[in-house]
C-alpha cells in the first residue's frame, strides 16, 4: 500500500527483516519457494534444538527462516547438544 511507511529490502541484498516461520515441511517449502523465484541462503539443515530449517530470501528480497519441528527435545538434550557443538568447532 503507499500510504504505508514501509521499504523493500535494499537494492543490495540485505533487510532489516527476518521473518521466522513454522511450516508442515521445510523441505517441500523451499522446493516450492525456489520454483517461484526465491533464492536458498542456508540450505535446509536439522538443528541441535529439534528443527530442521533453512533460509531463503524471496524475489522481493525479503529474507525467510523456515522452520519445521522434527524431534522433540529435552533441555538436557539441547545443552549436551550445544556443548558437543562448540567442543567440535573449538578442535578446528
Not at 31 to 50: D, S
Not at 60 to 66: K, Q, R
Amino acid at each position: 500500500m503507499p500510504a504505508l511507511p514501509g521499504r523493500a529490502p535494499a537494492l543490495n541484498g540485505s533487510s532489516p527483516v527476518m521473518i521466522f516461520v513454522y511450516v508442515p515441511d521445510v523441505d517441500r517449502t523451499v522446493e516450492l519457494a525456489i520454483e517461484r523465484g526465491a533464492k536458498v541462503v542456508i540450505p535446509a539443515q536439522n538443528q541441535f534444538w529439534g528443527d530442521r530449517s533453512a533460509v531463503i530470501m524471496d524475489p522481493a528480497g525479503h529474507v525467510w527462516t523456515v522452520a519445521s519441528r522434527v524431534e522433540e527435545t529435552t533441555s538436557q538434550e539441547r545443552t549436551d547438544r550445544w556443548s558437543h557443538l562448540l567442543n567440535d568447532q573449538s578442535k578446528t
